[in-house]
Every structure is written in structure tokens, then in C-alpha cells.
């Protein structure tokens, strides 16, 4: 399996903070990678250095064999990556047709993605011409996903998305996420909820103060108590 | 948790119109105060052509505030650039500017107010280039790089035109008012008045209708998240930077046809208008803009006609009154 992303030894600083201290880490192609930590570990700050809304100071970041670090974000986003960030930034004040088309960059919607997107989130049919800001948070959750897979996308850095969302909409994110997997996307998740993380995890990536602590299957650490509380403080059992 | 299920069904938007009917009941407020109908009418035609020129001027920095936080304090420069440069072709044409006759006036002036955007635009590429880009992100670097700029606009333009004040006198076919009854409205206003309905329809119409105006929507509320897909702000932000620039230099032709006189500091008192209207409008808002313009301009004309002294601080007084009722503007679109 070839490594579609790849960061060596990469350093982020924000203002006087050394957030992360040399990252390692590969993204297989076609394959769901889990970042998974404790609040504060460098999970958000790993993404937002790959998409170059925070500079690396150190190290190189490569994405199909080119190197990316340097370059601005919109560069990297046209290179194929979608990202989908914890705040799900959809645009409040624009509908939901028009985060849409914003998102469609490089042309007319694609009425057979769109009806594919439709069947995950019914929602977003029905509130079509609604703006976005009178969204729910699921909802939004769904306009954000939805924005970042509206095109395809060579890699998708997505940002918590279950994060306080009902367990039926988790539900749903999963059964969609998991037809994106299908489909062979290639998807690097930050999560902290443990269920969605086995369901959809291939391999995961355990991140501490700034670095990459465990790297291994998922199903292994899944199956792993005792390594699971080490790793993380708490067991996967205690999530179920 | 989130406040709805997906298929909840979706509570529909509230629009929000308080700020709308504001002006229109400040207007009705006043009638009982002013007494006399025609004096309220001229009153109010001298607001909304007032109103429209201070639009013209703040639309375009209310999307530069809103779309990269921003702080141009030389917004003012491109104002007096713009009203200056129109005198390079109404002066040698001052025949067909006295001429009665209305096309010949416009033959003028079109081209006038075009050349003035034109330099005034294009005045903006160099100030953003050469001022603001260096100051991303740096807002007391912005103000004294910004007002800096002012300055040395100012200073040349005393050392190409000179200190005196420059005649700008109305065109022959513009002079008088209409008169409807016992009210007289000045032609020149009506002009105003539809020029800037234009701008405000011609601005909503790519803002809301347009694939570049949903970018500069979106902008304006998430800039990185813009970015994010792909597109490059930066050149869309040096975009309206030079739209901008080139409605204040439009404004400036107006305003000093407006006082029948050009001369280089004719932007400072502006530019304190304008940034009360801005401000109260709503950082990057265009709807906020357009009736925060005429509530400063309702404010000054009434408040000029009522209590003469109070003429110095109405406009801070109107700021301070709708910012302690919305403390982001009438219509918050950013959350700065």
C-alpha cells in the first residue's frame, strides 16, 4: 500500500508555543487513518499544518510525491485535499445550495454526486434554498461533509465531526464516512468518539504533547485494553 | 447537543427588518418636530441624497473591513483623488458643463466620474500592494501605514493643484429643484439619490446573485474556511480593494459636485462619517451600509435643522444609541 501523505519531522509553532515537535507520520492510500489523542495533543493542529492554515516551521510534508509544506492553502486544497474543520465553518449567511456551489469549484454541481450526497443526508434536499446558519448542529455537520465531498477529493482531513452530535446523526456520519471508505477515498479522522473510530479506522495514530506516541492497526488497539488506558486514559469498552 | 434532528422540520429564517424600519420611522418621527410638510420633505430628499453619496463612499469599505479585518484610514484619500482627477475634465470642458442642455452636461460628466474611478481604482492596486499587503494581520501597523498614506495623498495633492479651493460648479441642467407644489427638491439630489439606489442594486445584485459575490459573502464571514476550497482570497480581496477605491473616488466627484468645490483635505470630515456608518451598519455589511448612510445623513439634516448645536456630535450620539441596542452593527455579518 503506497503512502499518499506523509510528514517527517514536522514542527508547528504558534505565536511562542511549540505545539508540534516532530510529527511523523503516513497516510496510507485508500485507507482510513485514525488520529486519535488527548484534548490538547496536537490532533486540530496536525491537520491545519497539512492544509497550510498553520505554516510548519520545520520538517516536510509530502502529498502524492509532492512536497507541500511550503505551499498556500488554497494550492493544497486545488492539489485534491478537503477538509471538514471542528467548527464545521459553514457559511451562515449563504444557503445551502450556495455552500454547495462554492464548494463545486471547478464547475456546475454534478446532479448524480448530489443525489449520492442526498441519500446520506436527506436533509440537506429538503433545506436546499434554506440558509445555512438556520442549520442544526448535525445538519451543519452533514452541509460541511457534504461540502468537502461534493468533487472528488484525493485525501479529506476531517476534524471530529461526531463531536456533540446525537447518536442517531453519528449513526448516519458513520454509514456515510464508511461509503466514502467504499468508494476509496483516502481520509485521515480525528476523532474522540471510540465507537466511530473502530468502526471506520483501518490504522490509527496516537498523538501526545506534539507527537506521534502509537502507531499500529486499529483493530489491534481496539482489542487492546490495557494499551487503550495507556494510550489514552480510558478504554474503548467505557465509550459503549 | 444539537437543537433539531435532521429531519426536524427547519424553523424559517427570521428576517430581520428592525433596522430597515428605523430610518423610515425616524422620518415619520420627525414630521410632528419639523412642523412644516415641505421643510420635512426637503429635509428628507436632502437625507437620501446625502445618504446615497456617504453609501457610495463606505460600500466599499465595509467588504474591505469585513472581508480581511482591514483597518484603512486612508480611505479617504481615494475621495479626494477621485473628485480632483474629475477636474482635469470638467475644467477644460467648463462650455459644455455651462451648455443647457442635460446630454451635453452628461457627456461630461460620464466621462468625469469615469476617469476618476478609474485613477482611484488604480490608486487602490498600489496602496494595497505597497501599504496594506506588508500589514496583514497587523492592526495598528494598518492604521499608521494607512493614515500615512493619506497624508503624503494629501500633501501631493497640494503640490499638484495648489492650496487654494478649486470651483466645481454644477452643471447648468442640474441647477434648480424640482418643484412639487410648495416643496422644492434639488435636481442634483434626485441625481444623487438614483445613482446611489444604482450602486446599492448594482453591489446586492453581485453579492447575492453572482458566484463572485457568494465568494465575497463567504469571505467576509470565514475568510480561511474560503481558502480552504481552493480559492485565493487575497486576490479577491485586492479586487474589492480596487472596486472600493473606485466608488469612494466616484463618491468624491458627487460630493464635491455636492459643495460645488474641490480641495484636499475635503475627506477628513468624511472619512469620520464614513466610519460611523460602517461601523454602525455592521462590519462588511452592504444592507447596514446603505441604511446606516441614510440614518447619518437623517441624523444630520434634522438634527442641523432642529438643535443647530447639536450638529457637532449627532452622528457619535446616533453611533453610541444603536450600538448599545447592537453592539456589532445593525446587521452583524463577521463575528469581529
Known amino acids: 500500500m503506497t503512502d499518499l501523505l506523509k510528514l517527517s519531522g514536522v514542527h508547528t509553532h504558534i505565536g511562542r508555543y511549540h505545539i508540534l515537535q516532530g510529527i511523523d507520520l503516513a497516510v496510507p492510500q485508500g485507507q482510513v487513518t485514525m488520529l486519535l489523542g488527548r484534548n490538547g495533543a496536537g490532533k486540530t493542529t496536525t491537520l491545519r499544518t497539512i492544509m497550510g492554515l498553520w505554516q510548519a516551521s520545520k520538517g516536510e510534508i509530502t502529498l502524492a510525491g509532492e512536497r507541500i509544506e511550503s505551499l498556500a492553502t488554497p494550492d493544497i486544497a486545488r492539489r485534491g485535499v478537503g477538509y471538514v474543520p471542528e467548527s464545521m465553518a459553514v457559511f451562515s449567511d449563504l444557503t445551502v445550495k450556495e455552500n454547495l456551489v462554492l464548494a463545486a469549484r471547478d464547475g456546475p454541481l454534478d446532479d448524480t454526486q448530489l443525489d449520492w450526497i442526498f441519500g446520506f443526508f436527506p436533509a440537506l434536499r429538503r433545506f436546499w434554498l434554506s440558509r445555512a446558519g438556520s442549520l442544526s448542529g448535525g445538519q451543519k455537520q452533514m452541509l460541511s461533509i457534504a461540502r468537502a465531498i461534493i468533487e472528488p477529493r484525493k485525501l479529506l482531513l476531517i476534524d471530529e465531526p461526531t463531536k456533540g452530535l446525537a447518536p442517531a446523526i453519528v449513526m448516519a456520519l458513520i454509514e456515510c464516512l464508511k461509503e466514502i471508505k467504499r468508494k476509496g477515498a483516502t481520509i485521515l479522522l480525528v476523532e474522540q468518539n471510540f465507537f466511530a473510530a473502530r468502526e471506520l479506522g483501518d490504522t490509527v495514530l496516537v498523538m501526545d504533547n506534539g507527537t506521534i506516541v502509537h502507531r499500529g492497526e486499529m483493530a489491534a488497539l481496539a482489542a487492546d485494553v490495557p494499551l487503550q488506558e495507556r494510550l489514552l486514559g480510558l478504554s474503548l469498552e467505557a465509550h459503549q | ?336
Open chain 2, 1 to 336: 447537543m444539537t437543537d433539531l434532528a435532521a429531519t426536524d422540520p427547519l424553523p424559517k429564517p427570521k428576517r430581520d427588518l428592525a433596522p430597515i424600519l428605523l430610518p423610515v420611522a425616524l422620518a415619520l418621527l420627525m414630521i410632528p418636530l419639523i412642523g412644516s410638510t415641505s421643510s420635512w420633505l426637503t429635509l428628507t430628499a436632502a437625507s437620501l441624497a446625502m445618504g446615497m453619496m456617504i453609501f457610495i463612499m463606505a460600500s466599499g469599505l465595509t467588504l474591505v473591513f469585513g472581508l480581511m479585518d482591514v483597518l484603512n484610514f486612508g480611505h479617504g484619500a481615494f475621495i479626494a483623488v477621485g473628485a480632483y482627477v474629475a477636474t482635469l475634465v470638467l475644467a477644460p470642458f467648463a462650455a459644455s458643463i455651462q451648455a443647457d442642455s442635460l446630454w451635453m452636461n452628461l457627456a461630461v460628466l460620464g466621462p468625469a466620474a469615469l476617469l476618476s474611478m478609474a485613477v482611484s481604482g488604480a490608486l487602490g492596486l498600489v496602496v494595497e500592494r505597497v501599504l496594506i499587503l506588508p500589514v496583514y494581520g497587523q492592526h495598528l501597523k494598518q492604521i499608521l501605514m494607512t493614515t500615512g498614506g493619506l497624508i503624503v495623498a494629501e500633501q501631493t495633492l497640494y503640490a499638484l493643484w495648489g492650496p487654494q479651493i478649486i470651483p466645481m460648479p454644477l452643471p447648468t441642467s442640474l441647477r434648480g429643484s424640482f418643484i412639487l407644489g410648495d416643496v422644492a427638491i434639488a435636481k442634483y439630489r434626485v441625481l444623487a439619490m438614483l445613482i446611489g439606489l444604482a450602486v446599492f442594486i448594482a453591489i446586492q445584485l453581485v453579492l447575492n446573485r453572482t458566484k463572485l459575490g457568494l465568494l465575497i459573502r463567504a469571505g467576509v464571514e470565514n475568510r480561511e474556511m474560503v481558502e480552504a476550497l481552493g480559492y485565493r482570497i487575497r486576490r479577491l480581496f485586492l479586487g474589492v480593494f480596487m472596486t472600493g477605491s473606485a466608488l469612494a473616488g466616484l463618491g468624491g466627484v458627487m460630493w464635491a459636485l455636492y459643495r460645488e468645490q474641490v480641495h484636499a483635505s475635503m475627506s477628513d470630515d468624511l472619512t469620520v462619517l464614513i466610519f460611523i456608518v460602517v461601523i454602525i451598519g455592521g462590519l462588511g455589511s452592504i444592507g447596514g451600509c446603505f441604511i446606516g448612510a441614510i440614518l447619518v445623513a437623517m441624523v444630520a439634516n434634522y438634527g442641523g435643522f432642529l438643535v443647530p448645536k447639536l450638529a457637532l456630535v449627532s452622528n457619535i450620539l446616533l453611533m453610541v444609541a444603536v450600538l448599545m441596542w447592537r453592539p456589532r452593527g445593525l446587521y452583524a455579518v463577521t463575528s469581529r
